[in-house]
């Protein structure tokens, strides 16, 4: 079994969506291994969003994902990683389809709902650095 990396972000807690977008990985047979909510820092932000961390747009999204709690979730199922990204439609929100979590809930391309994992190898790397081994009941 395959497991992923969900971030609620801001906008989701603020619009009172995590329910209703736990629910729909829920239903597409993706369970919930870990959960926690918190508020994330500058220096977990830098180093969650390294890979991004030199671009012009980077201190406005470590601004919004700092701005409020969030829910980090680590989800477990066939597929894991892409089944998440699906139901979650693309990054863009203003491209994301109706149907898709993003396309129904999302603002744009930052304030979009939820940061998902890319990959199985980032997954686990990104379950490693919000989650300790005793709080992933997988």
Avoid: W
């Amino acid at each position: 079994m395959e497991k992923t990396l969900i971030i609620l972000k801001p906008d989701c807690m603020e619009k009172r969506l995590a329910g209703t977008v736990l629910n729909r990985f829920q239903e597409a047979g993706l369970d919930i291994v870990a959960a926690k909510l918190t508020r994330l820092q500058p220096a977990l932000l830098r180093e969650h969003y390294a890979h991004i961390a030199d671009r012009p747009f980077f201190p406005e999204l470590a601004q919004f994902m700092g701005s409020r709690p969030v829910l980090v979730v680590a989800l477990q199922g066939e597929d894991a990683v892409a089944t998440a990204r699906k139901l979650l439609g693309p990054t863009d929100s203003k491209k994301a389809p109706k149907g898709t979590i993003r396309g129904d809930y999302g603002t744009d391309v930052s304030v979009n709902i939820c940061h998902a994992s890319d990959s199985p190898e980032n997954a686990a790397i990104e379950i490693s650095r919000f989650f300790a081994p005793n709080e992933v009941y997988a």
